[in-house]
């Protein structure tokens, strides 16, 4: 007969592995970007820590085209992002303090080692869905609007 203790060693056993995977739930927060033509309202999990700046969307296999993720580096500095362990194609907006897009990296390489970088001091950077830089006709200096961008009143 199987005892109720003998279940619980088992999936103890099975769940350990997983156990570091665990997490809290991303933090969402709308992002608004601007171009000449429009402004696109999307949802933003934000990676704000090491951890979640490290992890950003690795393992990963499907970005919605409404979906991005923001990377808060804090104080503006260089940034250097590569693709290991992440699955799809990204576009990347490295941007500044004030909210304008300094750089732009379309169609990343899935799980490239080769880094994705900006020399120009970048306060964030924002990863999209591949091909939607072309889709909603991005350009350099357009901008992003978020807190923690502090963007000036035109």
Do not use: C
């Amino acid at each position: 007969m199987f005892k109720p203790v003998y279940a619980l060693i088992l999936v103890l056993f099975f769940a350990w592995p997983f156990a570091s995977y665990a997490q809290e739930p991303p933090k969402l927060e709308p992002i608004t970007i601007t171009t000449d033509l429009a402004a696109t309202l999307l949802t933003a999990e934000i990676a704000d820590t090491p951890e979640l700046r490290e992890r950003g969307l690795m393992f990963r296999h499907i970005m919605p085209p409404d979906q991005a993720m923001l990377f808060d580096f804090g104080t503006p500095r260089p940034v250097a992002m590569w693709m290991k362990n992440t699955y799809m194609s990204l576009d990347m907006l490295f941007v500044r303090e004030d909210g304008t897009i300094a750089a732009i990296a379309e169609n990343t390489v899935p799980k490239s080692l080769d880094t994705v970088s900006v020399q120009e001091p970048v306060k964030g950077v924002v990863e999209l869905a591949a091909g939607t830089v072309k889709r909603l006709g991005i350009h350099q200096n357009d901008k992003v609007f978020h807190r923690i961008f502090k963007t000036k009143e035109e």
